[in-house]
């Protein structure tokens, strides 16, 4: 079974991460948030986007990126960027993974990158546009990396509602 795992990298926008906790806690991933914050996380607007999932989360912080590697060495890491030459459609997330994106402004590092550029995914766009909002982008991988898991935990059937 997989266990996905999400990671930002310097997250700078509250609002996104508030949405990505809540991703994280009605999916069962865990949240890793990699310092510096572009916030604090007494922060209001933090708070207020992922409701009342806070409780639901598993959620790890780490003073920099060396400290999370050094902490993770137990699956593999995809680094979602624009600059990679491969989907994330293309790639298998099985066993224990950690899906990997960066600051709303900047992305990823550049260096980091370049060592790492066998395990960099993109999200297809259209030529010339902007990348996808942070939120978005997580949810797109997380589902994908899921799908491919057969949904592990989660329910697979809705119902409806019984009407007299």
């Not at 933090?46 to 920099?64: E, F, M, Q, S, V």
Request: hydrophobic share 35%.
């Amino acid at each position: 079974m997989s266990q996905i795992n999400i990671v930002l990298f310097e997250p700078e926008i509250p609002q996104n991460t508030g949405n990505i906790a809540r991703t994280c806690a009605v999916t069962g991933c865990t949240l890793h948030l990699i310092e510096p914050l572009g916030f604090t996380v007494t922060d209001s607007r933090l708070k207020r986007a992922g409701l009342d999932y806070w409780k639901h989360l598993d959620i790890r912080y780490y003073p920099n990126i060396d400290a999370f590697f050094a902490q993770n060495a137990d699956g593999r890491c995809f680094f979602f960027t624009k600059k990679a030459q491969r989907r994330f459609t293309d790639v298998s997330y099985a066993g224990t993974c950690y899906l990997v994106f960066g600051k709303e402004t900047k992305g990823l590092p550049e260096p980091l990158l370049r060592e790492r550029a066998d395990d960099c995914v993109r999200i297809p766009m259209r030529e010339g546009e902007r990348c996808l909002n942070l939120s978005n982008s997580v949810a797109v991988g997380v589902y994908e990396a899921l799908r491919q898991n057969d949904f592990p935990g989660l329910l697979g059937v809705g119902e409806m509602a019984k009407t007299p």
